[in-house]
């Protein structure tokens, strides 16, 4: 955003970036690994939301394991409101404490005290804000959201069949509506 509006949410993220050939977790990390976890410290009357998670890849690691999470950078993003009373041209700082797990063949915890300067108009303290680049970031990221059942926009009809070798056959079909996509892996 390029100003905060009291009462009213906005986007603010965690941006993670891995070297190549390392990844970090998702929420559902599959057979190992841990996900990574924000602990915010706002100001009183401040809220946050819960991490949004962009769809994941997989992994198949030693074991083998099959984990899920992400390759190259992710944004961890949260929903932020601040207070109906937030004056204007009032500073605010808002922390967080992130932690990680990032693997390759072995995996190192990792963790960073992060931190951003807010004025009620929306500058962040000490910078120019470029908000065309964030907000082309955050749009590409939000594109990765999963979407909620209701907003898919994909029917699902699941049937089952006898058959000769296993004695049961389950089939699905899945059908693209108002121009959405869906696979299955």
């Not at 955003?1 to 977790?25: C, K, N, R, S």
């Not at 190992?32 to 009183?44: S, V």
């Not at 190259?72 to 404490?97: C, F, I, K, W, Y």
Request: charged fraction near 15%; glycine fraction near 10%; hydrophobic fraction near 40%.
């Amino acid at each position: 955003v390029d100003a905060i509006t009291p009462g009213e949410p906005f986007w603010l993220g965690v941006l993670m970036v891995m070297q190549p050939g390392w990844h970090i977790y998702w929420k559902h990390a599959g057979d190992a690994g841990l996900p990574p976890t924000i602990k915010w410290q706002l100001p009183h009357g401040w809220t946050v939301g819960e991490i949004q998670w962009p769809m994941p890849q997989r992994f198949i690691e030693k074991g083998p394991l099959t984990t899920y999470g992400y390759a190259d950078s992710v944004l961890l993003m949260v929903s932020v409101t601040p207070p109906h009373g937030v004056e204007q041209s009032t500073s605010v700082e808002l922390n967080a404490r992130v932690n990680w797990m990032v693997c390759h063949e072995e995996c190192i915890p990792g963790k960073a005290d992060v931190k951003l300067r807010l004025t009620s108009s929306g500058k962040i303290a000490g910078t120019v804000p470029n908000v065309t680049t964030a907000n082309s970031r955050f749009r590409y990221w939000q594109g990765l959201l999963p979407l909620n059942s209701g907003d898919a926009g994909v029917v699902v009809n699941a049937s089952v069949k006898n058959t000769d070798d296993t004695g049961r056959r389950a089939g699905v079909t899945l059908a693209q509506i108002a121009g959405r996509h869906a696979s299955l892996a």
